[in-house]
Every structure is written in structure tokens, then in C-alpha cells.
């Protein structure tokens, strides 16, 4: 199976139209939101195209083949509007014995882990900037950026994942960095 991973979508209707060509062009099954889906936020500028309803639009349609947890930005209302669960801190995706701990970043971080074992998959967004590295206990770390308001980068960006490798991309599809499995 292959995941398209993403985060800080921020409410932009260009952003999520765009990332939902590459799930489709990549040949992807699942997509993993890692968060801060509809609301821009207070400290954060309107993203091109701000129109969460659109955003969810979007994205209900391909309601059956995300796997979602909740950003610092996302709310009850927010629930309201997307016919998938936003509000889990976190989830847990098991793959042919590779497990992958999603969540936004705000609670659980590269410097405030949740228990993981070398080998496991912690991703996270939040920063809006992009990492894929090993940290000292051998656990990969995988932030695929803000696919609306990149920040360090200087990109708006994702993440794929499948049993034999986690890749970053620009939005526009180039890949930037890719990790073997």
C-alpha cells in the first residue's frame, strides 16, 4: 500500500486540489493529514485560495482513504465538516511490520517523542518545514512540510510512504529526498 502524507493545509482550496492530483498521479491509496486542515489560524496568513468549505468538499470525497489526527488549528467545528475523524491526537498505522506514528506535532515532537522503537516512523508537521533523518535511537523522523504556507523551505511539499521507502516531494510532484526501507 502507498501513502501520500501531508499536513498544514491551512483551509487553501488550491493546495488541496494540487495535493489531491499527485495522490492520484502517484498512484497512491491512502492519504495521511497530519492536522491544521481547514483553519489558517491566528498566527498565520490567509493561504492562497482560503475557502475551508471547498477544502472539505474536497476532501470528503476521498473521505473512505484518509487517515487523519488533529492539528493545534483544527476544532470541533471543524469535525462538522469533514466526514473523517480529525480530532485523535494521534494515530497508529501498522504496514507489513512497520509501524508509523502520525500526529501533528504540537504535543508530540522530535524533542517530546511518544515511546517508539528503532525502526518505527514518527510523523509529524506543524513546523511547516520539511525532515526526513534518523534520530539517535534509530527511530525516522518524517515531516513532509506545509502543502499551503512553507516556512524554511521555502516550498509547500508531502511525503509518500510504502514498504520500501518514505520520500519527500515539492507539490509539484520533484522528488527531493528519498529514504530506502
Excluded at 488533529?70 to 470541533?76: A, K, V
Excluded at 525532515?131 to 518524517?142: A, D, F, G, Q, R
Aim: aromatic share 8%; with cysteine.
Amino acid at each position: 500500500m502507498k501513502y501520500l502524507i501531508c499536513s498544514d493545509i491551512h483551509g487553501s482550496a488550491k493546495a488541496t486540489r494540487l495535493i489531491l492530483d499527485q495522490f492520484y498521479k502517484l498512484e497512491c491509496q491512502k492519504i495521511i493529514l497530519l492536522g491544521d486542515i481547514l483553519y489558517h489560524g491566528p498566527r498565520n496568513p490567509l493561504p492562497e485560495e482560503y475557502n475551508p468549505k471547498e477544502v472539505a468538499s474536497l476532501l470528503n470525497e476521498n473521505a473512505a482513504n484518509i487517515i487523519a489526527c488533529r492539528g493545534n488549528c483544527d476544532s470541533e467545528v471543524d469535525q462538522m465538516m469533514l466526514q473523517f475523524p480529525i480530532l485523535c491526537d494521534s494515530a497508529l498505522v501498522c504496514q507489513n511490520g512497520l509501524r508509523l506514528f502520525a500526529t501533528h506535532g504540537h504535543i508530540y515532537s522530535p524533542e517530546k517523542m511518544p515511546p517508539l522503537f528503532a525502526g518505527d516512523i514518527f510523523l509529524f508537521g506543524h513546523s511547516h518545514i520539511q525532515v526526513l533523518e534518523k534520530n539517535k535511537s534509530e527511530v525516522i523522523l518524517c515531516n513532509p512540510g506545509s502543502v499551503s504556507l512553507p516556512k524554511g523551505n521555502l516550498f509547500s511539499g508531502f511525503a509518500t510512504f510504502s514498504e520500501n521507502s518514505l520520500s519527500l516531494y515539492k507539490l509539484d510532484g520533484k522528488l527531493i529526498q528519498e529514504m530506502k526501507l
